[in-house]
């Protein structure tokens, strides 16, 4: 529902967040309806029920357990390889975390939050300079709208954290989760490594493991599911991220523009590429939007997340594509940029905010001029107009008018057969026509095709 004029968002959002109850006090409280801040833009709400893909679809599963055999190395670095390449996404079993302790460290994040008010409420802080930090939504007074969840932040690196801040319901098991999280993490890492052809212990020198957030969540019972979101869509800005959870699902990650249903594997931990991994490797590796919709169960959704980035660059200062990734054959498709780039694009905006892999990605615009004449080849082209598609890495939007419904086909049919700068163009041409029409009255009293076309050049084989 649309808020009123009258309807003051940001008092609602203060007192709210001075109440220090988080949405678990809310659903605890056996309200109906949610708070308006909840309620999310219709627009983002509509393909929580649609765009599905088969329900026997997942997330690959992995098993680690002969990681170290001569005869089975390879097979799992090209499982993990393919994994993080098509998906971004996958689940590692027998990793060497007894179940044990993974229940009983979701155990330990469920006991933190479901504590009394009195209790929980004396940890409710925003300042991350305090090393841990319990608040509903990181990205509260940023964000469009607020999700159903809270949560307990710690930084665990490269500064160790004094784990006295830590409640002390819980502090045993953060501290043993981290542990165990990073040797997963520097075990995958190494795979991932390996699959890039890089030499061994290359991520570990770049200390890509060294900055540590440990995030437990509580995704309670929500009266209105269909109205809100857990978290919303996004990629994680930094290298590796590791999730444990338990039975209740929720998570969804996009794969070939549908949401994928994760079923967390028994003993299984979850694994996902994130955006500083996929520029470093230079696009070899995906980082993907996932999000966690609102929890329709009367049981809450526990999740560990524990977040993985580098803590300094050995280098000039600037962060990009491995050198050792990129080549004439294939040059860096990601310009260099700075820490505070990376910083002001995670925190200026919502958790939802664009990637800022989109924001420097090196576009390899096709000449106007170029273009053009490759058409004139097939056909009179009697209007063109290129633009910048911010959407497509690489891309170029054209506006085309025909004189002759032939030339068009022509044009269509030159598929990949063209190239501009030693750049192969790619082109796909769907018919656009006022009305449904496709010939076009024109002023000039000629008849055309319109079309739309996408082109994208990529370096010829």
């Avoid at 890492?189 to 509580?218: A, D, N, R």
């Avoid at 609102?294 to 560990?304: D, F, L, V, Y």
Wanted: charge should be negative.
């Amino acid at each position: 529902m649309a808020a009123t004029s009258s309807y003051d968002r940001l008092k609602e959002l203060k007192e709210f967040d001075e109440s220090k109850i988080g949405v678990k006090g809310l659903s605890d409280s056996g309200i109906k309806t949610i708070p308006d801040f909840f309620k999310h833009p219709p627009q983002t709400l509509p393909d929580l029920k649609s765009k599905f893909s088969q329900a026997n679809t997942n997330i690959p599963i992995i098993d680690l357990s002969n990681v170290n055999s001569p005869d089975h190395h390879q097979k799992i670095v090209n499982q993990i390889k393919e994994a993080a390449k098509s998906w971004g996404f996958f689940q590692v079993i027998n990793h060497g975390i007894p179940i044990s302790v993974l229940d009983e460290t979701i155990q330990a994040i469920k006991a933190f939050h479901e504590q009394p008010y009195e209790i929980k409420s004396k940890y409710y802080n925003r300042d991350e300079s305090n090393g841990v930090t319990y608040a509903s939504n990181n990205d509260l007074y940023r964000s469009e709208a607020a999700c159903w969840v809270d949560s307990l932040k710690a930084q665990m690196g490269p500064k160790p954290l004094d784990i006295e801040l830590l409640p002390e319901i819980c502090r045993k098991e953060v501290v043993e989760w981290d542990l165990s999280a990073t040797k997963v993490a520097e075990t995958v890492m190494e795979l991932l490594g390996e699959g890039l052809g890089l030499e061994p212990g290359k991520f570990k020198e770049l200390t890509f493991s060294q900055t540590k957030y440990v995030v437990g969540h509580i995704y309670p019972y929500c009266p209105q599911p269909d109205l809100t979101m857990g978290i919303t869509s996004h990629t994680d800005p930094g290298v590796v991220t590791v999730l444990l959870q338990n039975q209740i699902q929720g998570l969804q990650v996009k794969h070939e523009d549908r949401w994928v249903e994760v079923k967390p594997a028994l003993g299984g931990l979850i694994i996902n590429v994130g955006d500083f991994l996929q520029i470093v490797s230079n696009g070899e590796y995906k980082s993907v939007e996932h999000r966690v919709v609102a929890n329709s169960c009367k049981e809450p959704r526990i999740s560990i997340v524990e977040f993985f980035n580098l803590s300094k660059w050995k280098g000039d200062g600037y962060y990009g594509p491995l050198p050792e990734l990129s080549s004439a054959e294939k040059p860096a498709i990601y310009r260099n940029f700075t820490t505070q780039e990376f910083l002001e694009n995670f925190y200026s905006k919502g958790l939802d905010s664009k990637s800022l892999i989109q924001k420097i990605t090196i576009r390899h615009e096709v000449p106007w001029g170029a273009l053009k004449a490759i058409f004139n080849d097939y056909g009179r082209v009697l209007d063109i107009f290129v633009s910048r598609n911010p959407n497509w890495d690489g891309a170029n939007f054209a506006f085309l008018r025909f004189g002759v419904e032939e030339g068009l086909k022509r044009a269509v049919a030159i598929g990949n057969g063209e190239s501009i700068d030693g750049r192969r163009v790619c082109v796909t041409v769907a018919l656009e026509g006022r009305n449904g029409n496709t010939y076009q009255r024109r002023s000039d009293g000629t008849t055309g095709i319109q079309a739309w076309a996408t082109f994208h050049s990529e370096m010829c084989s």
